[in-house]
């Protein structure tokens, strides 16, 4: 049985420019004391054609963790521009949040992420040359992906993520769905038992909710 238990993800500061840092209070509850730290890491996947353009944009450990509910906010700078090919600055990409114990990852959740102009005549007529200060950031708030893994809680590996899943990430984005290119009009049937998704209500539209209010089993 697991420790952990996200119970609930808030995106804040949402839509927001593309240099703003990212921002996200997360709630957890702790069934019992855990003697080391919870290490949460915050992924932006540059690209879908290639995990080389992966950036963590930070990481974290809270610990020791003791029994009950916690809340904290997870902010994180903007990824490193020089680092996104220059075809994927603009359109649908992802963000990942990974929590692991002792080496293991035992869950992560993403959210699909739409870059795109707020001037609809760049929106019309884009530059050749991204301009990433006139870009808006929106993550769908409304529409998580939860995917939990198994771990053995009392001896786990130190190194390595120890759950026996390796470089998966963007295909676990993808189960029950479409590409991250086609993210935006993605409806995820939840028949994985590993996988949460939340609903999406009005298309484009939910991207403007930002409280999930979910309550995620991990």
């Known amino acids: 049985m697991a420790k952990v238990h996200i119970t609930n993800v808030v995106v804040l500061d949402n839509p927001s420019s593309f240099f703003n840092p990212f921002q996200f209070e997360l709630t957890f509850e702790c069934i019992e004391e855990l003697k080391e730290?919870?290490?949460?890491?915050m992924i932006y996947v540059g690209?879908?054609?290639?995990?080389?353009?992966?950036?963590?944009?930070?990481?974290?450990?809270?610990?020791?963790?003791?029994e009950g509910r916690h809340i904290f906010v997870f902010q994180a700078d903007p990824p490193d521009v020089s680092?996104?090919?220059?075809?994927?600055?603009v359109g649908v990409?992802?963000?990942l949040l990974t929590c692991s114990y002792?080496?293991?990852?035992f869950v992560r959740v993403g959210y699909y992420v739409n870059n795109d102009y707020a001037d609809p005549e760049m929106r019309e007529n884009p530059p050749t040359k991204p301009l990433f200060e006139k870009l808006t950031r929106n993550i769908l708030a409304s529409k998580p992906r939860v995917t939990r893994f198994k771990i053995n809680w009392d001896y786990g590996h130190i190194?390595?993520?120890?759950n026996g899943v390796e470089?998966?990430?963007?295909?676990?984005?993808a189960t029950d769905g479409p590409?991250?290119?086609?993210?935006?009009?993605?409806?995820?049937?939840?028949?994985?038992?590993?996988?949460?998704?939340?609903?999406?209500?009005?298309?484009?539209?939910?991207?403007?909710?930002?409280?999930?209010s979910l309550a995620m089993e991990c």
Do not use: C
């Open 179 to 212: 590409s991250t290119s086609e993210a935006a009009s993605v409806v995820v049937h939840p028949e994985d038992d590993n996988s949460f998704a939340m609903p999406m209500e009005n298309g484009i539209k939910a991207l403007n909710e930002n409280s999930n």
């Open 83 to 89: 680092k996104i090919p220059e075809p994927d600055a």
């Open 159 to 162: 190194n390595g993520n120890g």
């Open 47 to 66: 690209s879908a054609e290639s995990e080389e353009h992966d950036q963590v944009l930070d990481t974290i450990y809270v610990g020791p963790v003791p």
């Open 102 to 105: 002792r080496g293991q990852e």
């Open 167 to 173: 470089n998966g990430h963007q295909e676990d984005m």
């Open 37 to 41: 730290d919870l290490e949460w890491k």
């Open 93 to 95: 990409t992802i963000v």
